[in-house]
């Protein structure tokens, strides 16, 4: 039985569920976790991710499908993403079919939690992994937990499909030989000040610029760009410093094979946004978040687009993407994991 939540209305924030995935790194080896009902953690004052954030994380969904079926996306990507974060911050890797497992598991034990098909709302879900035994001097931790829990879900941005604005931020959210490309939490900490700055400016989001030289176009906080020229095509900022985005890779196998357009994963200069028909922010939470105006101090480039609704050809690259996860379109080999 679906359980009695105002799906339509729901935001992004966090909704205790039933169960999570819970398991334990130690003496070289993972054992087999299991789903466990408390959703408190009790761990060590010296635990290495609360001294030295020795953490990771990934973010994916579970959709229910028009045919009734509950199905997650791409979950074999986010395990690769979260091994690559791993190794890049002297983690053991957590296994990639365990990973599945753990998706798997948590998406059954908490299927009441699935939003209906057509609310707009989804089951998010958030694996993630620290290390938990002490550790005082700077190095990695001997002992891990990795966890998943699930929590429903909204929009990310309020207003849902509504234009956004954002600003290019005087804060770098990645080094050039750093961390950007993983999903490591320190990365998220430190662009709290930026996103804090931007909202008490009233922008709804930052755009960083490439940290060596701040010409070109990074990413968001939490979402890459994709940008749409004016004779259609799909471009979207190449750089090691962002994260591989799952969504934005999708899309432009979307904008390709199922719309015919050309595209382009190329360095972006900011000099070019002001030439470009519309833009959005791709990812998990995002969707695709069509922005309407870019303030670069005090300069506006207002996307032809508008601040009424999204371009059309984001619409087109929302709806197959959305209509492929929800079971409406046929999706290539292998990229919905149906698990009911
Ligand atoms: N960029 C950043 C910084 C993110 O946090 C996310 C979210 O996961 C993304 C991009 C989008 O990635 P994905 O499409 O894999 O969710
Ligand atoms: C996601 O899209 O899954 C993320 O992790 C981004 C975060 C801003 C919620």
Redesign the pocket.
């Known amino acids: 039985m679906s359980k009695n939540i105002d799906w339509q209305n729901l935001g992004f924030s966090y909704i205790q569920t039933d169960k999570r995935f819970v398991a334990n790194y130690k003496n070289g080896a993972w054992d087999n976790g299991s789903l466990i009902e408390d959703a408190n953690i009790v761990m060590n004052e010296c635990a290495g991710v609360l001294q030295y954030a020795q953490t990771c994380f ?3 969904k579970a959709y229910t499908t028009k045919d009734g079926h509950i199905v997650t996306f791409r979950p074999d ?2 395990a690769d ?1 979260l091994i690559s974060s791993c190794k890049r911050l002297e983690m053991p890797v957590f296994p990639k079919d365990k990973f599945i497992d753990a998706v798997t598991q948590v998406v059954k034990a908490n299927a009441d939690y699935v939003p209906p098909y057509g609310s707009g709302a989804t089951l998010y879900l958030r694996p993630y992994m620290f290390g938990i035994n002490p550790v005082i001097g700077v190095k990695p931790a001997d002992e891990y937990q990795f966890r998943l829990f699930a929590t429903p879900v909204g929009p990310y941005f309020k207003g849902g499909a509504k234009p956004i604005t954002i600003k290019v931020s005087d804060f770098d ?1 990645a080094a050039p030989h750093g961390t ?1 490309n993983i ?1 490591a939490g320190a ?2 900490a430190m ?1 709290l000040h930026a996103i804090v700055t931007a909202h008490q400016e009233g922008f709804d989001e930052n755009m960083y610029l490439d940290p060596a030289t701040r010409t070109k176009v990074e ?6 760009f994709l940008f749409i020229t004016k004779d259609n095509k799909v471009v979207t900022p190449k750089s090691n410093s ?9 899309l432009m196998v979307v904008a390709k094979d199922y719309l015919g357009l050309e595209v382009e994963e190329r360095e972006v200069f900011f000099e070019e946004v002001k030439d470009f028909a519309e833009c959005g922010l ?5 969707v695709i978040s069509p922005v309407g105006k870019i303030v670069d101090h005090g300069k506006e480039i207002c996307l032809p687009s508008g601040m009424d609704d999204m371009g059309p050809v984001t619409k087109k690259l929302y709806d197959t993407l959305t209509g492929i996860q929800m079971g409406e379109i046929d999706a290539p080999d292998g990229w919905i994991h149906r698990i009911k």
Do not use: M, V
Not at 219 to 224: F, H, L, P, R, V
Not at 242 to 250: E, G
């Open positions: 990934e973010g994916l990507l986010n993403r959210r950007g999903k990365n998220y662009s990413e968001t906080g939490g979402a890459n962002i994260l591989p985005s799952i969504t934005r890779r999708s791709c990812g998990t939470a995002a």
